[in-house]
């Protein structure tokens, strides 16, 4: 378990809600559906924590982290949810909130590809060589192929 190097600052849910309206309204470079995901996630976030107040620790983000893996979601997913609030976390910090970013110490789940990738057999890499016509196009497309098939 990491440890809290700075000074814990407690902070009323009414408070905290507050605070995200004015993240989410401010992430104006953001797609409207990163918005409500991350919305979505802070909320999340605040109903674990169901208490009138709460200090940004990094053992409280550990105990949520833990949280997430247990409901089993995807990795992709946890990833998305601890993401949101680490970057809430830093509008926090420069909003002068809280002094340091606690979900920026905890290291996120690597996802790992479960697909099953499928390649193309050295006869129908011929026949699409094959397939291409001769004129100045195609030896452009032969060469991007060629070039495709040696990497």
């Not at 600052?9 to 992430?27: A, F, N």
């Amino acid at each position: 378990m990491l440890q809290d190097i700075f000074i814990p600052v407690k902070i009323e849910k009414e408070q905290l809600i507050s605070y995200m309206e004015k993240y989410i309204s401010s992430c104006t470079n953001k797609l409207h559906n990163t918005r409500q995901t991350y919305k979505i996630a802070l909320l999340e976030f605040l109903d674990y924590f169901s208490n009138n107040d709460f200090s940004f620790l990094i053992k409280n983000v550990e105990s949520y982290y833990a949280h997430l893996q247990n409901r089993n979601l995807k990795i992709s997913t946890i990833n998305t949810y601890m993401i949101a609030l680490r970057q809430f976390a830093a509008f926090l910090v420069k909003q002068k909130v809280i002094e340091k970013n606690p979900v920026k110490r905890i290291k996120l789940s690597k996802a790992v590809c479960t697909k099953k990738l499928s390649y193309l057999t050295k006869r129908q890499l011929n026949n699409l060589i094959e397939s291409i016509p001769p004129d100045a196009c195609g030896l452009r497309d032969k060469a991007i192929i060629s070039l495709i098939m040696e990497t």
